[in-house]
């Protein structure tokens, strides 16, 4: 059975959240729950960001980091792909 990963979703996130249609919100929050049990499957990025991995729920991407000794993956950032930290 594969380890189950802790998703820490910061105020902000949450905040940022309610600001996306429903329908996509759920959308994302289901990817969140994927995420809990195989973190590795977003993409890693590079430059700047190359310690956080993204996954894509189309048109919004999913941002964040994963700690493997503590289980855990904290959410950095949710939105748009325009309107996030990344080129």
């Known amino acids: 059975m594969p380890e ?4 820490e979703t910061p105020k902000s996130i949450l905040k ?3 600001k996306i249609p429903l329908p996509w919100r759920e ?3 289901d990817a969140m729950s994927i995420l809990a049990r195989n973190p590795f499957l977003g993409e890693k990025m590079s430059g700047e960001l190359q310690d956080k991995r993204k996954i894509r729920v189309w048109p919004y991407r999913i941002i964040y980091k994963i ?6 993956i904290i959410i950095t950032d949710v939105g ?4 996030i930290g990344y080129k």
């Open 4 to 7: 189950i990963f802790e998703v």
């Open 27 to 29: 959308r994302i929050l």
């Open 67 to 72: 700690n493997i000794k503590r289980k855990h």
């Open 16 to 18: 940022s959240l309610k």
């Open 80 to 83: 748009h792909r325009g309107n």
